[in-house]
């Protein structure tokens, strides 16, 4: 399906902040509250410690726990008594009931009640049902302590899972602690808050929290014990007392544990919350696309979203999740929904949340939260007053920068001036346009009164500059740095000043537009024979047209030659990690020069190790995926056209997923929950939404190849989207995301075919595995029935078996053909189990399949009908797991693949090795490619160019890429957007985005 977005059925709503207030309601309108599941719901243990170790849970099983040497029952407790335990040796048994054995299925809750008695040494356990005393990795959970802290753990004697660290104040006097293990949205859950400490839940409470994907049975057959670890021999002990212990077989939701924990610090135990169950949060409304933002101004943000139904909009906002103190509302019914935010503050954080009503009921979405400190748009001079005397030239400029902005056809970047006058063009493209105007003349005077002009109308330096120049002849600008060149001196003189050459020389390649000339009438005409003999001069092409409206030229710059762009994830739909440019002959660092230094910074993304959606370029803009936001900037300048934020984009560890952001010519497509939004390159704005329509799936990856769209789907919540603490370095986090299905859609959003692993002889697809080439989608699938049957796309050893390698036609979808990779036939091999990573890449007629296991194997098919090639097998750079070197990928320049650890430049045709330079190793990051110039962070550390004609390595010093990939060649340019933010393993990083380009010497 395809929404189109028609503007007719907007609405804007402006909102003051300093006029409207919460106290606005909608006229009979109210929220509704939503009644808790009983909180006895799988209650099956109670333990108050009221003197007795008895469970008075009231369950179908009557689940006593007993002591294990002398345990105090009378110790003083929160809620009366409570139970110390002293040492390893005295201690409390939950034994081991059938409520009690949770499998590999169960999910369950505990929480309880602390208050420790003395210092603890080591990690001493709270609560658990392993022998902690062995190894984490052993079977069973656990909570303990370490140091100030308390940390999860659980295993099934295979994989391990720890949550990250929660504080822990040794002084408190009573402490709530919560373990939750949610099979259902395959989390465990640490909690540990102060007892003694009034605080919101947002405020530094907020559980740990780790994705327990691939985790086994946890039945260890140990009992569960307070104060020990499961088989009673723990090594460190603990003194501390233990109250008003519940366990639940289910994982309670957040509003439970707060209330548990609310509740007890207002002197109530659990019984009382159990009769006192509280209210689930409201239930959120359903929408169909968004809420997201985008800012307009430094103080201004449009909060959008659609509905299925026409419903009355409202907006809530405020620096509080718990004080959204301004509101809005739009009484008119509507399905797609603006609402504009004014008079924000400028560098702080706002919390919203949107709302619906309909026939006198309101509903409202979870709160969410947009940074105003990362708002890059400019200032809105559309209603600043001019400063110049309404005369005979004043028609004259309006009617002037109508024209060009008409033809220019775009309102943002870089405007030149070229020959600005006294800055009457500059301010009418200001009022225009949301381009930085730059303004140059070698007059002092006209340069002098143009600053003082501007300064009066307020538009100086926020959105227009002036410089005096020696002579418009030879610049002080780099190559390429303007979208939009125009000269006021020949629109007021008819006179053509400076050189056609030098002001061409500035215009930004792929689109930049030159348009000069003047309407009609002109005080002073320009001749058509000057202007022409002056373009002339510089073998500038252009357009001329000379009628009623005037004479005007108009040149549009083309891309580079040589130029290459890096649309998609990996390069291109073919995912060799090349984008084929020439860099205009760079081949070293001391060939180029910078071009811009600009946002964004490390403040816009997560940690670099969780390795997210690189960078992705076309036509000259830049789109980079920030956390929950996405940036474009222009390639050539490092101006920011646009920024969205969108709650909840999240989606990391990319060597085991597939690209969702890319670009071509006019359009920036990207994967939102289930849908596809289709966002104009220049502006930002939503034009198109491609959706699933399939419940119960998310949208996986995203290709853009001829007359259609390309995706997957993925079943919901399977993708990766944790990010803070090191339980997301993702070193270990194999498991593969893979779709049901594999589509294309007509650019009109209908369907054109559909692969559907549904089918008896498909399967589920893996996603870093899709490429695209010579009219063919290609993948790898996994038929295995366990695979097929998995209620999740993230699938780990279940997919090693059944392994194919598939074309489709993609016109058709039509399966040309599909080649058994588990099965030897003649000279093909057995494919290696992709356990770390899996990847295919086209080029040539040849396709080659990666592999990452416990080292790496290379094999090279024929892309016409998947005949084995060749095929080699190479050991991981430092012999294991270790800062990303087993999650490489390969990359093909020259007819040959190539890899930063010992993949020699095998020749696509027979896997012979080259004969020229070695690639040096790197272990940290992947690398990219430009042509046959390689970027990457070659011997650690910073950013270096290899070049491999002749092995040289050239560095930049203080550029530090990130743990993937997100320096890339691309439109003549070596683009550095931010990836590196927060590593602390290199010093003296600029941590904030760089653009550099061929030296202009």
């Not at 920024?643 to 497509?669: H, Q, T």
């Not at 001829?706 to 990010?723: H, P, Q, R």
């Not at 060649?969 to 904030?992: K, N, Q, R």
Request: glycine residues 10%; proline residues 4%; contains cysteine.
């Amino acid at each position: 399906m395809n929404r189109n977005i028609n503007p007719a059925n907007h609405f804007i709503l402006l909102l003051s902040c300093l006029s409207v207030r919460i106290a606005i309601c909608i006229a009979v309108c109210f929220t509704a509250g939503f009644a808790s599941a009983s909180m006895d719901d799988q209650w099956v243990g109670y333990y108050a410690f009221d003197g007795t170790l008895n469970d008075t849970s009231g369950s179908a099983n009557v689940n006593n726990a007993s002591s294990v040497g002398t345990p105090d029952v009378n110790a003083a407790g929160l809620f009366g008594k409570g139970v110390a335990v002293s040492g390893g040796n005295n201690y409390v048994t939950l034994g081991k009931s059938a409520d009690y054995l949770f499998g590999s299925t169960t999910s369950f809750t505990f929480t309880y009640w602390l208050r420790l008695e003395a210092g603890v040494a080591k990690d001493p356990t709270l609560l658990g049902n392993k022998d902690w005393s062995k190894s984490g990795g052993t079977q069973g959970f656990v909570q303990a302590i370490a140091g100030d802290d308390v940390k999860a753990n659980l295993a099934d004697g295979k994989t391990r899972k720890d949550t990250a660290k929660v504080d822990l104040d040794p002084g408190a006097d009573w402490i709530f602690c919560a373990l939750v293990v949610d099979r259902e949205e395959n989390t465990m859950k640490n909690y540990v808050l102060d007892g003694n400490v009034a605080r919101q839940w947002d405020d530094a409470s907020a559980p740990a929290i780790i994705e327990i994907d691939g985790v086994g049975s946890l039945d260890s057959g140990h009992p569960i014990n307070l104060g020990q670890d499961g088989d009673g021999r723990g090594y460190n002990q603990l003194n501390a007392t233990f109250d008003d212990m519940g366990v639940w077989r289910r994982a309670l939701a957040e509003y439970e544990i707060w209330a548990i924990y609310q509740a007890g610090r207002q002197g109530h135990a659990l019984p009382w919350v159990i009769q006192n169950p509280p209210k689930a949060p409201p239930k959120p409304i359903e929408v169909e696309i968004g809420p997201y933002v985008q800012f307009s101004d430094p103080r201004t943000a449009v909060v959008r979203w659609d509905t299925r139904e026409a419903v009355i909009s409202i907006v809530e906002y405020g620096m509080s999740p718990d004080a959204l103190t301004e509101r809005v509302a739009d009484t008119t019914p509507k399905n797609i929904h603006e609402i504009v935010l004014k008079d924000l503050s400028i560098k702080d954080k706002y919390f919203y949340r949107i709302g619906m009503s309909k026939d006198s009921k309101t509903r409202f979405s979870e709160v969410c939260l947009f940074d105003n400190g990362l708002n890059y748009a400019r200032v809105d001079a559309s209603k600043a007053v001019s400063p110049y005397p309404r005369d005979s030239l004043t028609q004259l400029y309006e009617r002037a920068a109508d024209r060009i902005v008409a033809e220019y056809g775009l309102t943002k970047g870089i405007c030149l001036v070229y020959g600005c006058g006294e800055g009457r063009l500059a301010f009418e493209l200001a009022k225009r346009t949301d381009m930085m105007i730059v303004g140059v003349d070698t007059d002092p005077a006209k340069t002098n009164k143009a600053i003082t002009r501007l300064m009066k109308a307020g538009v100086y330096g926020a959105r227009v500059t002036i410089r005096q120049v020696p002579s418009l002849s030879s610049l002080p600008f780099t190559n390429y740095m303007a979208n939009l060149i125009v000269s006021d001196n020949m629109l007021a003189t008819g006179q053509c000043e400076g050189s056609a050459a030098e002001m061409f020389r500035v215009l930004r390649p792929s689109g930049g537009v030159a348009c000069l000339g003047q309407p009609k009438p002109s005080p002073k005409r320009m001749s058509r024979s000057a202007l022409e003999k002056w373009l002339g001069t510089g073998s500038v092409k252009y357009t001329l047209t000379n009628n009623a409206d005037g004479i005007w030229a108009k040149a549009v710059r083309p891309d580079l030659p040589g130029a290459g762009w890096w649309s998609h994830m990996y390069g291109n739909v073919n995912n060799n990690g090349n984008s084929n440019d020439s860099l205009e002959g760079g081949r070293q660092t001391s060939d180029f020069d910078v071009q811009w230094i600009s946002w964004p910074g490390a403040d816009t993304k997560a940690d670099r190790q969780v390795r997210g959606q690189g960078p992705v370029t076309k036509n000259g803009r830049m789109v980079y995926y920030g956390l929950d936001r996405i940036i474009t900037l222009d390639t050539y300048n490092g101006t920011i056209l646009w920024s969205l934020e969108v709650p909840n984009l999240k989606r990391f560890n990319m060597p085991r997923d597939g690209g969702w952001i890319c670009l071509d010519d006019e359009y920036a497509y990207m994967a939102v929950k289930d849908d596809c939004w289709v966002l104009n390159a220049d502006t930002g704005l939503r034009t198109t939404t491609h959706t699933l329509n399939d419940p119960g799936y998310d949208w996986g990856c995203v290709f853009r190849y001829n007359d259609k769209l390309y995706g997957s789907a993925v079943i919901e919540d399977s993708f990766y989207t944790g990010w803070w603490s090191d339980a997301y370095w993702y070193e270990t986090q194999d498991a593969k995301i893979c779709s049901k299905y594999l589509f294309a859609n007509r650019l009109d959003g209908s369907r054109a075919w559909t692969y559907h692993s549904d089918d008896a002889d498909k399967g589920v697809i893996i996603n870093s595995t899709i490429c695209m080439g010579n009219g063919s989608v290609y993948f790898v699938e996994s038929r295995n029935t366990a695979a097929k049957s998995l209620t999740s796309g993230r699938i780990g050893s279940q997919l090693w078996k059944d392994l194919y390698l598939v074309a489709v036609d993609a016109e058709t979808g039509r399966r040309q053909w599909q080649k058994n990779l588990k099965a030897s036939t003649g000279n093909d091999p057995v494919v290696a189990n992709g356990t770390a990573i899996m990847h295919l890449m086209y080029s040539d007629d040849t396709l080659i399949l990666e592999s990452s296991d416990a080292e790496y194997y290379i094999y090279a098919y024929a892309a016409t009908d998947g005949t084995a090639k060749w095929n080699k097998k190479v050991p991981w750079p430092r012999k294991g797991r270790d800062h990303g070197s087993h999650l490489q990928r390969v990359v093909i320049s020259g007819g040959r693949t190539w890899g930063a650890t010992g993949i020699k430049g095998f020749a696509l045709s027979n896997g012979t090795v080259s004969k020229g330079a070695e690639m040096p190793p790197t272990n940290c990051g992947t690398i990219a490619a430009a042509g046959d110039v390689f970027l990457g962070r070659f011997n650690k550390g910073n950013l270096k160019l290899w070049d491999s004609q002749d092995g040289s390595l050239s560095s930049w010093e203080r550029i530090r890429p990130g743990c993937y990939l997100n320096v890339i060649g691309s439109g003549g340019m070596v683009l550095a957007p931010e990836g590196g933010g927060g590593c602390d393993c290199y010093d003296g990083g600029f941590h904030t985005s760089v653009g550099f380009i061929r030296s202009q010497d």
